[in-house]
């Protein structure tokens, strides 16, 4: 009965002060301001684009679209091996859509993929079902884009025999070898 008292008696309590107006003290002395910070670390600003918009360029051959390196356009090893390369091509009667390659094309009625090799680069066209293209035309092109977007850290990824808890914050970092 004693121990009902009490915490009946500490609710109480607690309710009341909760209740109560308190005044507020005086406000204290303002502390320093901080020093800034250092400045981070740059992100990556090489990503490069390329907009084809000649005919010549973005004409469809039987089923592809290949486009040679020259001086102009180039796309570095490091960029194939480690990179990011994105290709959107535009239709001239959508013009306002992009369609990535490789994707279902412009109404669904064919599939792009896309082809890289040391020396050019080529967009294929499909069937939607990946079989090779049957149609007979396919819709004119009015600009291709390709980006490029180097990478800044590559991380190999190679089959190790740790066992790694990856929901482990540190052990994650300490397994990437990443700082805190």
């Keep these: 009965m004693k121990k009902i008292l009490t915490v009946s008696t500490m609710v109480l309590l607690a309710m009341t002060m909760m209740f109560c107006e308190q005044e507020e003290g005086p406000r204290g002395v303002p502390g320093a301001?901080?020093?800034?910070?250092?400045?981070?670390?740059?992100?990556?600003?090489?990503?490069?684009?390329y907009l084809f918009t000649d005919s010549l360029d973005i004409a469809?051959?039987?089923?592809?679209?290949?486009?040679?390196?020259?001086?102009?356009?180039t796309i570095p090893d490091s960029i194939i091996e480690e990179g990011v390369i994105l290709v959107y091509t535009k239709v001239k009667s959508a013009t306002v859509m992009w369609y990535p390659v490789p994707g279902l094309?412009?109404?669904?009625?064919?599939?792009?993929?896309?082809?890289?090799?040391?020396?050019?680069?080529?967009?294929?066209?499909?069937?939607?079902?990946?079989?090779?293209?049957?149609?007979?035309?396919?819709?004119?092109?009015?600009a291709i884009k390709i980006i490029l977007i180097p990478s800044s850290t590559v991380i190999n990824m190679k089959k190790s025999g740790a066992n790694i808890d990856f929901e482990d914050y540190e052990a994650t970092m300490d397994y990437f070898k990443l700082k805190r």
Excluded: C
Aim: glycine share 14%; net charge negative; aromatic share 14%.
């Design 60 to 73: 469809w051959g039987s089923n592809s679209i290949t486009i040679y390196y020259d001086t102009n356009f």
């Design 33 to 49: 301001d901080g020093k800034d910070g250092a400045d981070g670390k740059d992100g990556n600003a090489n990503v490069i684009t």
């Design 105 to 142: 094309g412009y109404n669904g009625l064919y599939v792009t993929r896309l082809f890289i090799r040391g020396d050019m680069i080529q967009i294929r066209a499909y069937d939607p079902d990946g079989s090779l293209w049957s149609g007979s035309t396919l819709p004119e092109l009015s």
